[in-house]
């Protein structure tokens, strides 16, 4: 059972890191929905585990957007505008734990599905197809500002993100491909936030190597695939559909929370 919850949390992970639906929330919801209906067979992901699909994603980035980074290497406008839409999230990083507590749920999680859903109608419709095709650090700023709702569950950090772009006049391919560029120090910050906790932890965290493992994989190999599929869905001006479907999956969400209370 732990390989399937493995490969269940990969799948989740890959695709909504990347695909503006919201990893976390999704976590949380899949998390409550395989403790509440698996009968606790399944337990909830642990931190060896969160690490794990976090680094798969990671490793996804770095694949898909391999031209995109050796460009920015040499690019010092790239690594301002990268450095100021990471400040606002690095200033929230001391409210991290208490984020966590208050608002990992899974009713939570179906209302910032909602936030994500309107988010992404906006800027579908502020998004101009003469939009800049560089990031400058005002719109950086604001690309960041957006990135700091992120950490509540149910709020998309590509979603988000986009949209700041989108909002700020950034050229719809760029402030896609800025969103996931920015992914690489939000996830790996994560990461190694969570190896930390792992470190100081006293509790045994029972640490399985091949189902972490599988998780890391399936992670990468479902991230590569949604990072493609988004790249083209921005362009092709379809962030509706992934609004849709927040929108369903955060009331259905609700009214199960509601409803099971």
């Not at 996804?60 to 957007?65: A, E």
């Not at 045994?204 to 083209?232: E, Y």
Request: glycine share 10%.
């Amino acid at each position: 059972m732990l390989y399937l919850q493995a490969v269940i949390l990969g799948v989740v992970q890959g695709l909504a890191e990347f695909l503006p639906i919201s990893s976390s929330g999704h976590l949380v919801i899949t998390d409550e929905l395989l403790a509440t209906f698996g009968r606790d067979a399944m337990p909830k992901t642990g931190l060896p585990m969160n690490v794990a699909l976090h680094v798969g994603t990671l490793f996804s980035i770095l694949l898909v957007c391999r031209k995109e980074l050796l460009a920015a290497a040499v690019d010092r406008k790239m690594w301002l505008a990268v450095s100021v839409a990471t400040v606002p999230l690095v200033l929230l990083y001391p409210f991290k734990d208490t984020i966590e507590e208050a608002f990992e749920s899974a009713f939570v999680a179906g209302c910032g599905l909602l936030v994500t859903a309107t988010l992404l109608l906006v800027s579908e419709r502020a998004g101009r197809d003469d939009g800049t095709t560089t990031v400058g650090p005002l719109q950086a700023f604001v690309i960041g500002l957006f990135q700091m709702i992120a950490p509540c569950p149910g709020v998309s950090r590509s979603g988000s993100t986009i949209a700041g772009g989108l909002i700020s006049g950034v050229d719809r391919k760029t402030a896609a491909t800025f969103s996931f560029v920015i992914a690489i120090p939000a996830i790996g910050g994560s990461a190694a936030a969570s190896v930390l906790d792992l470190l100081r932890s006293d509790t045994d965290v029972g640490l399985k190597v091949g189902p972490v493992a599988v998780g890391m994989l399936v992670s990468f190999g479902v991230g590569v695939l949604a990072l493609r599929t988004m790249l083209r869905v921005v362009t092709q001006k379809r962030l509706w559909l992934f609004a849709i479907y927040c929108a369903v999956v955060g009331t259905a969400t609700i009214v199960w929370q509601t409803v099971s209370r």
